[in-house]
């Protein structure tokens, strides 16, 4: 099993080392290598993706990413931007499925900003369509008219086959948890997302046992704070999903808990944290390796089919965070404040115990 290991910048080497430590523990045999990406690949290659990180990330099986970015690039040409090396690799690994959990640890229920009675417990898997949409139809582009007045243009558009391997995705998903889809959209006003909702219906009946309901994302966006435990799985197109995951990270209180995998279609997979590259923090060993290490345990779970693993480590994050361990970010009075690598060492020392 091949893992192209890619810490980036800002925090990204310190919790990746952690989730390295902890995939180790494990004595699968991993072979995993590392290089750089963003503005590491920009210092190595003068390129945020250069052709031997890309070259790597191929040829493996499956890719553990940090984070990428920091301020001082921000006056780079736009191409040879951090971000730019992420959106590439995405593109070129065809990764079309987005994964984000929303997981509230009990232990973490007052790190929430709802109320505890409305997060406890909740466990959903948002699924965002993350290739097309919005945010890559042709024409798009800003032009002058004729009065000389500019207009800016992006066209929403989905094809069948896209909607339709993005449903699976979800469908598949909501098989292996508590058999629920919920699918999102704005079908009363936008023609591509009416027929998201013909494709996703159909999709249903190969799936009976799955029960299929749609909401608009207007309704979805407001039922998240409402009544977020309704849901199960949520599928949704790229800018639905951007916004909704986003939403529903925040109801577990910390980004420093969020995992996230982007698979292409045999499932091969990139893990990363749903949060950035916190230049603020970094180089100072006190950021939360969590989001990263339930990456890791993603990848398992996905790419290469290991549950059992996969549950071992969600089990010693469990346990290290009802052991009382705790990173700044997600400190409470009460508990033990630890620095990103002790945190890791608490993991650790769970999945051995
Ligand atoms: P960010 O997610 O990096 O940080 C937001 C806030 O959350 C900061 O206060 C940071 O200290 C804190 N934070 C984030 N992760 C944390 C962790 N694991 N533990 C403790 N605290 C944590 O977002 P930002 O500040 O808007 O962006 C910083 C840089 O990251 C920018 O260059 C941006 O482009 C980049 N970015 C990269 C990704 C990615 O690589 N996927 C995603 C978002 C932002």
């Known amino acids: 099993m091949k893992i192209a290991v890619l810490p980036g910048d800002g925090i990204g080497p310190e919790i990746v080392a952690q989730a390295v430590n902890v995939l180790t523990g494990l004595n699968l045999n991993l072979e995993m290598t590392e290089a750089p990406i963003g503005g590491a690949g920009y210092e190595a290659a003068g390129d945020p993706l250069p052709d031997a990180t890309l070259k790597l990330a191929k040829e493996a099986d499956a890719v553990l990413l940090g984070a990428v970015g920091d301020w001082k690039y921000d006056k780079l040409e736009r191409h040879l931007r951090p971000e730019r090396g992420l959106l590439r690799i995405r593109k070129e690994l065809n990764l079309f499925a987005n994964l984000r959990p929303a997981l509230l640890y009990p232990e973490l229920a007052s790190a929430s900003t709802l109320k505890p009675e409305v997060v406890s417990g909740l466990d959903i898997m948002i699924v965002r369509e993350l290739t097309g949409d919005i945010y890559f139809g ?11 007045e500019r207009e800016g243009i992006n066209t929403m558009r989905y094809s069948e086959s896209e909607i339709k391997r993005i449903g699976r995705v979800a469908f598949e998903i909501a098989m292996k948890r508590n058999k ?12 591509t997302t009416e027929l998201w909702r013909q494709v996703m219906i159909e999709l249903s009946k190969e799936y009976p046992e ?29 800018i639905f999903g951007d916004i909704l995951s986003d939403e529903a990270s925040m109801l577990t209180g910390s980004i420093g808990m969020l995992p996230s995998a982007s698979l292409d279609a045999n499932n091969k997979g990139m893990y990363e944290p749903s949060h950035g590259s ?31 693993n996969a549950t071992r480590i969600e089990s010693a994050v469990k346990k290290a965070l009802a052991d009382g361990y705790r990173t700044a970010d997600i400190y409470t009075e009460g508990t033990k404040k630890v620095t990103c690598s002790e945190m890791g060492e608490a993991v650790l020392s769970a999945l051995k115990s």
């Open 138 to 148: 042709q024409p798009r582009g800003i032009s002058t008219l004729e009065n000389g």
């Open 180 to 191: 629920k889809v919920c699918s999102v959209d704005k079908a009363n006003v936008l023609e």
């Open 210 to 238: 799955v029960e299929l309901s749609h909401m608009y994302v207007d309704n979805a966006a407001m039922q998240l704070i409402r009544a977020p435990k309704q849901f199960d799985v949520m599928v949704t197109g790229n």
């Open 278 to 308: 916190a230049p603020d923090i970094a180089g100072k060993n006190i950021a939360n390796p969590l989001a990263t290490i339930l990456s890791a345990a993603m990848m398992l779970r996905y790419t290469f089919n290991d549950e059992a």
